[in-house]
């Protein structure tokens, strides 16, 4: 291969003088002429060097060609991979030419890796990185509240207990009328919210995307459970003061100013007459909070020509009930509501905001390769004015409302 490789070198090199020669001889021939021996000679070694390159390059072919078969030979193919070697060897070609209806080739079992299998990825993957999950609650109950931030244990408030009015218009010389009132020292205690989880270095190190999707999913699920404390709690350390456990109840005795006088009664009535108690007390409600399924049982109501009332709920994107918006949300119970002067009733005070950390600090971590995961927060749920909410059960309230 190098004795070829020596010619071609030679006889470049003799082209090359050649035709440095004929160029002197042009440059000194007024006709721009040249010797015809000499451009004989400069035809003959390039035919000889075009020969002389074929030759080398069907050699190196050759050899290329017989250390593939050579290779090929000593290899042990997989049923895949001898598969995929007679596809790219053409006997699929008269497939996909149109010229045949079928192919067959022998797949030897001499050949053949028989341990290998196809249970992996048979074709590319593609990897998605984001985590796929069911949503958390686009709304938690603390933003539809007020909320404060503390750094005390204990939040303490006076609160009204009683007032007795004798308020009223006096004759010259008479007395005036003796009010009273009580006052109540209210202290609320900032409670913890939260949760943790282990894992191991593996799981932080292999799995992509493993802490963003931590750092997202597990607050959402510790605010899930502050909805519920918020909106349920029975007020009894560890549990907040809730505001379906604080909130007046809807009327349902024979004092109620609409007791049996509601032909047909629905869930829409019960919230209207659950905004006109709250007007009553001079409370302006701002808030209508209720579960999606009873929601859902507004907008299907229909008039006696069966026609929906949907668009006295619906006069936009977000629902409203006499101007109301209506707020629905999975910690309400099924089949409860609440309505609320949101302003004058509550407030939410933070003590320690929702954090997650990370951390080798706990128990056998270090020595195990284990990672600490906690998400909590501190807060805690002052209900100044309970009659700022009214709440109740749709059932026991249309049973008041019906007709008898």
């Not at 010797?35 to 050699?59: C, M």
């Not at 005795?253 to 001079?282: I, K, M, R, T, W």
């Not at 936009?316 to 109301?324: C, K, S, Y």
Request: hydrophobic share 35%; glycine share 8%; no cysteine.
């Amino acid at each position: 291969m190098s004795n070829i490789q020596e010619q071609l070198d030679k006889i470049g090199s003799l082209v090359d003088e050649r035709i440095e020669k004929a160029s002197g001889q042009i440059k000194d021939n007024a006709k721009n002429e040249f010797d015809g021996v000499l451009k004989s000679e400069i035809e003959n070694l390039s035919q000889d060097f075009v020969a002389k390159f074929d030759e080398q390059t069907k050699r190196m072919d050759s050899v290329e060609l017989a250390a593939k078969k050579d290779i090929e030979g000593s290899m042990k193919l997989s049923f895949k991979g001898q598969i995929e070697k007679a596809v790219n060897d053409g006997a699929l070609e008269g497939i996909r030419k149109g010229t045949h209806n079928g192919a067959r080739f022998e797949v030897k079992s001499s050949d053949m890796t028989m341990a290998n299998t196809n249970t992996g990825v048979v074709a590319r993957e593609q990897v998605i990185e984001d985590f796929k999950f069911d949503p958390s609650r686009k709304v938690h109950v603390r933003t539809l509240i007020p909320n404060g931030s503390t750094d005390a244990q204990t939040v303490r408030f006076p609160k009204e207990g009683a007032y007795t009015d004798n308020a009223a218009a006096t004759a010259q010389g008479s007395a005036l009328g003796q009010s009273d009132f009580d006052v109540t020292a209210t202290s609320v205690n900032m409670e913890k919210i939260g949760t943790f989880l282990k894992l191991t270095d593996e799981m932080l190190s292999d799995t992509a995307g493993l802490s963003s999707y931590l750092a997202a999913r597990v607050p959402n699920k510790v605010l899930s459970v502050e909805d519920t404390e918020i909106l349920n709690g029975d007020g009894s350390s560890p549990n907040l003061d809730g505001l379906f456990t604080d909130g007046t109840a809807f009327t349902t005795s024979s004092g109620g100013l609409f007791y049996q006088s509601v032909e047909s009664a629905n869930e829409y009535d019960v919230v209207v007459v659950a905004l006109n108690q709250l007007s009553l007390l001079n409370y302006q409600a701002d808030t209508i909070l209720l579960n999606p399924t009873d929601l859902h049982k507004i907008v299907l109501l229909k008039s006696t020509a069966n026609e929906y009332l949907r668009q006295q709920i619906y006069t936009g994107i977000q629902p409203t009930i006499m101007g109301i918006p209506v707020t629905v949300n999975t910690a309400v119970p099924n089949g409860k509501f609440l309505v609320m002067d949101s302003r004058a009733a509550t407030q939410y005070w933070i003590r320690e905001n929702l954090g997650i950390e990370f951390s080798r600090e706990d128990g056998t971590n270090f020595q195990s390769n284990f990672v600490t995961v906690r998400a909590q927060l501190r807060a805690g749920l002052t209900n100044y004015a309970p009659n700022a909410i009214v709440q109740g059960t749709f059932s026991s309230a249309k049973t008041a409302l019906e007709t008898s």
